[in-house]
């Protein structure tokens, strides 16, 4: 994990990391962030009922045509 992020990390741009919304969602949350590299990124996070997350994916957010 530390060589894959590394590299990263080191040349984020400026605003990386930022959080652009948040959607509260009946089982989870979406959360809109900018990655290390500018592009945008939805993550959406799912909850079991104790609290403990039970599932995350995330794709970088696509241009409306």
């Known amino acids: ?11 984020a741009v400026t605003g990386a990391f930022e959080i652009d919304a ?6 989870g949350v979406t959360l809109d962030y900018r ?4 592009v945008p990124v939805r993550t959406h996070f799912r909850f079991k009922s104790t609290g403990k997350i039970s599932l995350t994916a995330c794709a970088p957010i696509r241009a409306a045509a």
């Open 1 to 11: 994990m530390e060589r894959y992020w590394r590299p990263r990390l080191a040349r």
């Open 22 to 27: 948040l959607f509260p969602e009946a089982d």
């Open 35 to 38: 990655g290390y590299d500018g």
